[in-house]
């Protein structure tokens, strides 16, 4: 048999070990003889697994022993100690006091637009039918009570454009030395339309009325 | 010293100083094995704590008939560390395209005399830039037998595979090492 480079590879460790039989050992030494290669790869492989076994360690972190307890039988043991302050704690978080507040303001606003007394709630009030009439009332009062303003507003702008319109207009050279001096004409017409401001106001109400009809 | 196996039965009757005293007896071990395996302090400790976690979720199955459990402890470690490298496949596969560019990693070590004494613990961090550039398999092999010291029963064990496979990727393991370190100019010669 011809020992080679490839079976002195395969059986270093055996031969390392001296697990090797006589006749593949003197095959082999005869090889390492020979082939100086051979003989570097032996004599380092040698080297290192000699050492290997005695090098330090790895340190290990300090806090992975705890962290190891803690995230296996750890939290367990600690979990009945501390469950109502977990729940304490997280009361008094800021996320739930948002929460808490942003739903007061909604129940607000709904008793507000659904006509309940909170001091005074009865079960009528939680009736399905009762609700919807209760927030039916509500929309049309408010709608109306929108309308109404902005009705008014339109009083208060036609007012103001008559008034432009009246001082804004020439006054005719011919009609001049008949009628009362300029600032005089101007007061009278803010007399008329003062007088007549209220029913003015019902009467452009009512043509909104019949607009929005 | 008591038993592994009396600590398993005590952890298992629900006694927390038996499980803690198993996870400070054995957390040294389990670091140091993912750490070899890994060369990433981070994911050794992260991988640690995932260890004893499947550990004491599955305490219960772990019989000491079917062998030690050390054996036991040391098959869940490596089988989580298989899984972490086949997670972490694409991005290290990534990594090393980007350091293509930078030098050689191989060559000498700049400065080193032929008389310097390399010391344990510059020869461990040689080690472990050796171990991985060598294949998962070889590197699991040479780290459970040389640096964890189990016999090859046991690697047999842990491994999953026939005796003769264990003996022949420990042997081809620690000459893949013996090449790269001569290749970082650490030898038996220069560090004695």
Known sequence: MTWTCIHSEERLADYLEGQLEAGERALMEAHLAECAACRGLAAQVSWISGRLPHLPPEVVPSGLVFRILEATSGTAGQKRATSWKTVLAGLLSPRFALGLGTVAATLFILSQALDINPRKITMDDLNPVNLYRAADQQAHLTYARGLRFVNDLRVVYEIRSRLEEASATPVPEQQAPKNAPAPQSEQKLKNDLLRHGSSLTAAVTLAGLGGEL | ?192
């Open chain 2, 1 to 192: 010293m008591e038993p592994d196996s009396q600590l398993v039965a005590h952890c298992l009757r629900g006694e927390a100083a038996a499980w803690e005293e198993l996870v400070r007896r054995h957390t040294r071990r389990v670091y140091n094995l993912a750490y070899r395996f890994t060369s990433n302090r981070q994911e050794a400790e992260d991988l640690s704590q995932e260890v004893f976690l499947r550990i004491y979720r599955t305490l219960a199955s772990y019989r000491a008939v079917h062998g030690e459990f050390t054996t036991w402890l040391t098959s869940v470690t490596r089988n989580l560390l298989i899984d972490h490298y086949r997670r972490t496949r694409r991005d290290r596969l990534t990594d090393s395209i980007d350091e293509e560019g930078s030098p050689a990693e191989h060559k000498a070590a700049p400065g080193r005399r032929p008389d310097e004494v390399a010391s344990a613990s510059e020869l461990s961090v040689q080690v472990q830039q050796a171990l991985g550039k060598i294949s998962p398999e070889l590197r699991e092999a040479v780290i459970l037998r040389d640096l964890q010291g189990l016999d090859y029963r046991e690697i047999q064990q842990v491994l999953s595979v026939p005796e003769g496979t264990v003996k022949s990727r420990i042997n081809r393991g620690r000459i893949e090492l013996a090449r790269l370190l001569t290749q970082m100019g650490v030898t038996g010669d220069s560090a004695s």
